[in-house]
Every structure is written in structure tokens, then in C-alpha cells.
């Protein structure tokens, strides 16, 4: 074989090389991608999570004094239509008297004070309390005892906080929105 016989051959293996080298690495890449998209996807919230985010409740079936639960980000809601005598009792507490201290007007929406809306779970282990129960003319948790008042704050029992009022506004004077 000649000098210049070598010098055809090599640059073929070299290209050859090149091009087994890109196509190997373009394989792997597209196989890193195919991999690694279920993994990056799942970390998205489902489609009945997303669902939850915001909750619609049309108000205008709840009569005086009732309450309604309903489920928002897979938790139980009260909703409750508060009577005056609800309303002005839960006004005339003192501050001093509450373990978690909150004034009612920081509990419910300016103009729609008689609409309480909480998130229905006790704050001391989880359990979902009693409406229109207790002591209070509130909410009663029978799983250990505590006693919330018609504005959904601690009175007595173990629970630490007041029940939890979510981010939620009035779309109309007869629709909220949750979340």
C-alpha cells in the first residue's frame, strides 16, 4: 500500500467515527428526554387537585342559622348563615376571655357579616367538629372535647387555635368563592 492509500483511509475511519459518536450521543439524548419528561410530569398537580383549587357555593338555599359543608382542596368547608343573636354574641366577647385572640370582624367579610366561612377541621388533632353544638352555640369537636363559639374560635378544650377562615370573596351577594 502506498503513502497515499493510507492517507484515503484514514480520514473515512475518522468520519465514520464522527458519525457513529453523534449518532450514538443523539440516540442518548432523545433517550435522556424520553426518561426524564414522566419524572418532571409527575410532580404536577392532578387534574381533580386542580380542580379543587377554587370552590364556587351558591349561598342563596342556606336559610338563617343553618350551616352547609362543603369540600375544597379536599377539605370539609362550613358555611354558615349566622343569626343576629349569632352575630351579636360573637361581637360582645372580649378579647381577654379567647385562648387564640380574634375579633369577629377579623373573621368574616366587611358587608357580609353574617356569612362565617372556616375550614372544618379541629385545630387541636384533625377531626372534623359538630355544627350548632357545644356550649358556645358554635361548634363542638367530640373527639376530645373542644368548644368553639359562634365565630369558630377556641373557648375551652384542648384545640390550640381558632378554626382556620381560607382565602375566599363574594363574586355577587349570593355567590363566594373559595380559594
Not at 9 to 16: A, D, F, I, L
Not at 30 to 36: L, P
Not at 147 to 157: E, F, L, N, T, V
Not at 165 to 172: A, D, G, L, Q, T
Amino acid at each position: 500500500m502506498s503513502e497515499s492509500d493510507e492517507k484515503i483511509q484514514k480520514p473515512s475511519c475518522e468520519g465514520r467515527r464522527d458519525f457513529v459518536v453523534l449518532t450514538a450521543s443523539a440516540v442518548a439524548a432523545v433517550g435522556a428526554a424520553c426518561c426524564t419528561w414522566p419524572l418532571v410530569d409527575s410532580l404536577n398537580p392532578s387534574e381533580d387537585v386542580l380542580a379543587l383549587a377554587s370552590t364556587e357555593v351558591d349561598l342563596t338555599n342556606i336559610a338563617v342559622g343553618q350551616t352547609i359543608k362543603v369540600m375544597w382542596r379536599g377539605k370539609p368547608v362550613f358555611i354558615t348563615h349566622r343569626t343576629d343573636q349569632q352575630i351579636k354574641e360573637a361581637e360582645a366577647v372580649p378579647l381577654s376571655e379567647l385562648r387564640d385572640p380574634e375579633t369577629d370582624e377579623q373573621r368574616v367579610k366587611k358587608g357580609h357579616e353574617q356569612w362565617l366561612v372556616m375550614i372544618a377541621i379541629c385545630t387541636h388533632l384533625g377531626c372534623v367538629p359538630m355544627e350548632n353544638k357545644g356550649d358556645y352555640d358554635g361548634y363542638f369537636c367530640p373527639c376530645h372535647g373542644s368548644d368553639y363559639d359562634s365565630a369558630g374560635r377556641i373557648r375551652k378544650g384542648p384545640a390550640p387555635k381558632n378554626l382556620v377562615v381560607p382565602s375566599y370573596r363574594f363574586i355577587s351577594d349570593t355567590k363566594i368563592v373559595i380559594g
